[in-house]
């Protein structure tokens, strides 16, 4: 297993305002990925974070309102820029081993837009 | 595109009954498979994995795994009052990134 630390745990922001969300991991893991949550959906993928290069992105998100950093194997943030209130959601950080292990999720990040 | 899907429920079922959670899917090539536990305002714990056919048991938890059908199953024993919760299946393959089911509800009453 992994001990992810998702932080922050809750945020209220102001419309048109930036948010950044950090996750880190307490070793060194091959795959990490950022998910959203909206109230009582499944989770929607945003976006794998790659080691040393640029986030893969899924269809219908893009790196100008989700920038996402990785610097190193334990390490990762999920911006979520110029904030509307459709962005309110649950956001949570997952990472795996590859090879189709487990995955393992952060405490979740709730953000409300205001 | 990979689908995965699971009855939204709510599954309701009396405390000691046998819940039975089903997750069917669309990609042959799938590997691996896992149902995650979500309490509400919680992220989601994996409670199990499965990899080949058959059945896999811990505790009161078996998991059943069908590749044939595309059917992956949670059985959940002895249901108590604490298993309520929404139960996501999640399912991956040749691309190591899971595809994960919107989640069936269980509610267990006393």
């Known amino acids: 297993s992994a001990v992810i630390s998702q932080k922050p745990s809750r945020d209220i922001c102001q419309r048109g305002t930036s948010l950044t969300i950090q996750c880190q991991v307490d070793?060194?893991?091959?795959?990490m990925f950022w998910y959203r949550q909206q109230p009582g959906q499944s989770l929607t993928l945003i976006a794998t974070?790659?080691?040393?290069?640029?986030?893969?992105?899924e269809s219908g998100f893009v790196i100008d309102k989700f920038p996402i950093s990785r610097p190193n194997l334990t390490f990762s943030t999920l911006t979520v820029s110029n904030m509307s209130p459709e962005d309110s959601s649950i956001y949570l950080c997952?990472?795996?081993?590859?090879?189709?292990?487990?995955?393992?999720f952060g405490q979740g990040t709730r953000l409300t837009v205001v | 595109q990979k689908e995965v899907e699971q009855n939204s429920g709510p599954l309701s079922v009396p405390e000691g009954a046998i819940a039975s959670l089903n997750c069917t899917y669309s990609?042959?090539?799938?590997?691996?498979f896992f149902w995650y536990r979500q309490y509400s305002g919680k992220s989601p714990e994996l409670i199990m994995s499965?990899?080949?056919?058959g059945d896999k048991e811990d505790g009161r938890f078996t998991a059943q795994l069908n590749k044939a059908s595309q059917y992956v199953s949670l059985l959940i024993r002895d249901s108590q009052p604490s298993d309520s919760a929404t139960y996501l299946c999640?399912?991956?393959?040749?691309?190591?990134?899971?595809?994960f089911g919107r989640g069936t509800s269980l509610i267990v009453h006393p």
């Open positions: 997952s990472v795996d081993k590859g090879m189709n292990t487990e995955a393992f």
């Open positions: 070793s060194q893991v091959t795959m």
């Open positions: 974070a790659n080691q040393g290069s640029e986030a893969t992105y």
């Open positions: 990609d042959r090539g799938s590997q691996s």
């Open positions: 499965i990899y080949s056919n």
């Open positions: 999640a399912v991956s393959g040749g691309s190591y990134i899971p595809t």
